[in-house]
C-alpha cells in the first residue's frame, strides 16, 4: 500500500483514495482493481449484491485487511507506515455491537474515550447522538435505536476525521432510523467524511452524496444518486398486474419505454414520459381483453438503479 518514491503528494481535498485495489483469498477474487476517490466532507455510500466485494473493501479501509495489491490512502496517510495515526483519526460503527450489560452509557463511552489521546468529551459525544436523558442507564436498559446510538457514540468518542457506518439502522424502527440519520447529517455539516453501507436505498438516497455500486468485485456504477438515477434513462416507473396475465413482451411497444422486467404478479415499466407511456399501457390491456388487477406510478429510485445494473434489488439480496 506504501507508494512509490515518485507518486504524486495526496490532495488534502481528499478523504479517500483507492487505486487499483485487488484482494484475492486463494482462487477467489474478492475486488478485481477498483478506483475511487472520497472528498472530504461527503457521505459515500458502498453498496451491491451479497458477495460483491463492498465488505472486503470497506475492511481494507478499515485497516483489518491487508490488500493483495493497490493502493489505499485515508488522509493522504497508509495503513503499511502510518496505522497509529490512522487509527487515531477514523471511527467504525458496526451492524451489531456488544457492550457490557452492565455498564451505563456514560460509563460505556468513558471507556472507550479512554483509548484515545484526543477526542471529544464524554459529554460531547453523549450529547451527539441525543443520548442524555440516557446517560445513567444501563446498556441492558436501552431500545435497539439506542443501543445503536450508544455505538455511534463510542465511534464519535476520537472526534474521528473519517466515519464507516456499517448497516447502522438495520433492525431499527422507523423513528429511530431518522433519528440516526439526523445524527450523520449533523457530521457531515461538521466537515466529516462518512462511508456508509446499508441495504435501504432509502437511506443512502437521502444521505450520500456519492454512491458507489459493485458487483462481481467490481465497480458497476458511481455518481450521485441524482445522476444514476438520471443514467438509467427512465424518470418514471409503472408497476401494474392484468387479469388474465400477459406476457411481458405484449408491452414491448409502450411509448418512451426504457425497460421492462416481471414481477411475482404482473410487471414493472421503467419509462422516460409517464404521461406517454401510460395511455399506451391502458390500451394494450383493453386491446388484449385483460383487465388491470392493481396499477401504480412512481419516480425512479435508487433501488432501480441498482436492479439496472446488477439484475437484482438491493432489499431482495439482503434477505436470508
Known sequence: M?????????????AIEVRGLVKRFEDVVAVAGTDFEVPVGQCVGLL?????????????LEGLQQPTSGEVRLLGRNWLHEAGELRERIGIALQETHFHPRLSVEETVRLFRSFYKRGLSVEEAIALVKLEEKRS???????????????????????PEILFLDEPTTSLDPQSRRALWDVIEG???????????????EEAQVLCDQVIIMDHGRIVARGSPAQLIAATGAEQVIEFATTPHLPADAFAEVPTLVASRPRVEGHTLSVK????ALPGVLSIVSARGA???HLSTRQATLDDVFLAFTGRSLREDAQP
Not at 506504501?2 to 481528499?14: H, Y
Not at 451491491?48 to 481494507?60: D, L, M, Q, S
Not at 457530521?187 to 436505498?201: A, F, I, N, Q, S
Request: hydrophobic share 35%; proline share 7%.
Open 2 to 14: 506504501s507508494p512509490s518514491p515518485s507518486s504524486t503528494p495526496s490532495s488534502p481535498a481528499l
Open 48 to 60: 451491491g449484491p451479497n458477495g460483491a466485494g463492498k465488505t472486503t473493501t470497506v475492511e481494507i
Open 137 to 159: 442507564a444501563h446498556v441492558s436498559k436501552l431500545s435497539g435505536g439506542q443501543k445503536q446510538r450508544l455505538a455511534l457514540a463510542v465511534a464519535l468518542a476520537s472526534d
Open 187 to 201: 457530521l457531515k455539516g461538521k466537515g466529516r467524511t462518512v462511508v456508509l453501507t446499508t441495504h435501504y436505498m
Open 273 to 276: 414520459e409517464l404521461h406517454r
Open 291 to 293: 383487465t388491470l388487477a
